[in-house]
């Protein structure tokens, strides 16, 4: 579903961020605007983490409002770069959380590599870009961290200005995220006993290449969950075939809106989805995690 630019919004977002990934609002904050915005649920998936699980439970559970735990995790798959959802997989399972660790590791280490090459340009340090960090060693660093350190130091207005210059992905300054590949991706969902789908898989306005037909059959082969159809990067022509490849090989069909607090204009429910697709979600989930289903 999507919604216009209004005071309320319907369905469940399940596609939001917090200060533990790039967001600028804590996991609390994040439940009270959905509250305020009269949604009838939502979902946490900061990137690469859960660390934000405990405070957007406990927030749920003391406002009432159901919340699905979740994660954003960047994959790879030939030479297309895939962001994967996965919602309620096991947090102690050993294969997902060495994945994590793995990954959060590799992106410092990409993001401090940037700073250094940007830093000979820009009025930037790794100290500054340290300091937009909300959460210390709980928080996936990365390219947005950047972009808000060189907006108060001046270089621009907001991200969104800061992301069409220096930390564009066409930037000289531009190093790819280390990544997993795909279908290890979905192996450890899987293993942990998560639902994945591919987050905004249309999203021309972000990869140059997008997953093919084939590619998306080759996971739901190996038990992909479903496709985010509903995000505002993918334009109509690809949510016609999105919508088509979901009904050929049985995927669940959701929708989010990307949301990250300020610095971005993504809206908390512009996009959502049914309760009757998390419900769906939550009876194919066959991991130990808790589900705050009823607040």
Not at 132 to 143: A, D
Request: aromatic share 6%; net charge negative; with cysteine.
């Amino acid at each position: 579903m999507t919604h216009e630019d209004t005071a309320k919004a319907s369905g469940w977002d399940l596609h939001c961020h917090t200060v533990f990934s790039d967001g600028t609002v804590t996991p609390r904050g994040m439940v009270e605007q959905a509250q305020q915005l009269g949604l009838e649920g939502l979902a946490i998936t900061d990137h690469d983490t859960n660390a934000g699980w405990d405070q957007a439970r406990k927030a749920a559970h003391d406002l009432g409002m159901p919340l699905l735990p979740g994660t954003e995790i960047t994959a790879q798959d030939g030479r297309v770069s895939v962001h994967m959802l996965a919602y309620l997989y096991d947090p102690e399972d050993p294969v997902i959380a060495g994945l994590f660790a793995k990954t959060r590791e590799a992106r410092l280490t990409r993001t401090r590599t940037m700073v250094e090459r940007i830093s000979r340009d820009y009025p930037i340090t790794w100290q500054d870009v340290l300091d937009q960090v909300k959460e210390g060693s709980k928080t996936t660093v990365g390219r947005p961290h950047i972009a808000d350190a060189l907006v108060k130091a001046g270089v621009y207005a907001d991200r969104s200005q800061a992301f069409a210059g220096v930390c564009s992905s066409s930037s000289p300054y531009y190093l790819p995220t280390p990544s997993p590949t795909t279908h290890q991706v979905l192996a450890a969902v899987n293993h942990a006993g998560g639902v994945l789908v591919i987050a905004h898989p249309g999203a021309v306005s972000r990869n140059p290449v997008l997953l093919s037909d084939q590619q998306i059959a080759a996971l739901a082969r190996e038990g992909l969950g479903g496709l985010e159809v509903w995000h505002r990067d993918n334009p109509p022509e690809q949510r016609r075939r999105l919508l088509a490849l979901a009904q050929r090989w049985g995927l669940l069909v959701t929708g989010g809106s990307d949301w990250h607090g300020q610095g971005k204009p993504n809206r908390m429910g512009e996009n959502s989805t049914s309760g009757q697709v998390v419900a769906q979600i939550v009876d194919r989930a066959k991991g130990s995690c808790p589900v705050a289903w009823e607040g």
